[in-house]
């Protein structure tokens, strides 16, 4: 069977790194791939367990956390559908992965998935490309931690929150407003913008009562004004 056809049901398969692959690459990857469903609240690694596996992440959100010196969890980061998880040429997990959401993977192990690297150049520079850009968007969020207030990050956590779900969000018409359920609780927002939880709530209903959003639901969120959003986000 040709690789297009072995990827043909991927939802993720033009943002993955599947998608820049050539055919030959395709098959080289699906020899060694098998999907994987964890369900929400499962821990798919534990951070200093031997790193045995990774992947593409194809549908639902998992967060990358640490433990402080007194036993805390800390949020570091989010993964969405196109991700990748998990890391090549180390040998235990930095982080603990855990499903935020009911999850699916097509998970490949890691020292095969390394050889395979090693035979595919080409395949080594896009997963270098992305690791990059990961590290790209680490360093913004440090800087958004650092400079920005909090109706900032609210702002912009909540327009990256829409358009990494805008293709599974709900919109009543084409170009009408996007509705998306939040993966993390509000405790998890504020662990992860550094906030604590009585200022994200306060800075949400801000934005309600100024029309910007709405708050049908416990978790859900509707982005009425996405411009009035984003020039909350930016700067005074």
């Known amino acids: 069977m040709a690789a297009s056809e072995i990827c043909a049901d991927c939802a993720v398969r033009d943002q993955a790194l599947c998608g820049s692959l050539s055919d030959e690459e395709l098959t080289a990857l699906n020899q060694l791939g098998r999907r994987q469903t964890i369900a929400r609240g499962d821990t798919f690694v534990w951070a200093g367990d031997d790193s045995i596996v990774c992947g593409n992440l194809l549908a639902g959100v998992l967060k990358l956390s640490a433990s402080t010196a007194d036993g805390r969890e800390q949020i570091v980061g989010l993964l969405y559908p196109a991700d990748f998880v998990g890391q090549p040429y180390v040998d235990s997990a930095a982080f603990t992965i855990t499903a935020l959401t009911d999850a699916e993977l097509c998970v490949f192990p890691r020292k095969p998935f390394e050889r395979v690297l090693e035979d595919h150049v080409r395949m080594e520079r896009l997963l270098l490309q992305r690791t990059f ?42 170009d009408g407003p996007v509705t998306f359920d939040l993966p993390l609780t509000r405790g998890q927002i504020a662990d992860v913008l550094g906030l604590t939880i009585e200022t994200v709530s306060r800075q949400l209903t801000k934005l309600k009562t100024a029309g910007i959003i709405a708050l049908p639901g416990a978790r859900a969120v509707t982005i009425r004004d996405r411009e009035a959003l984003g020039a909350r986000a930016e700067p005074a």
């Open 133 to 174: 850009a990961a590290l790209t968007e680490a360093r913004s969020r440090m800087l958004m931690l650092a400079r920005q207030s909090a109706e900032e990050r609210i702002a912009g956590f909540l327009l990256d929150m829409a358009t990494r779900t805008e293709k599974t969000g709900c919109r009543g018409a084409a």
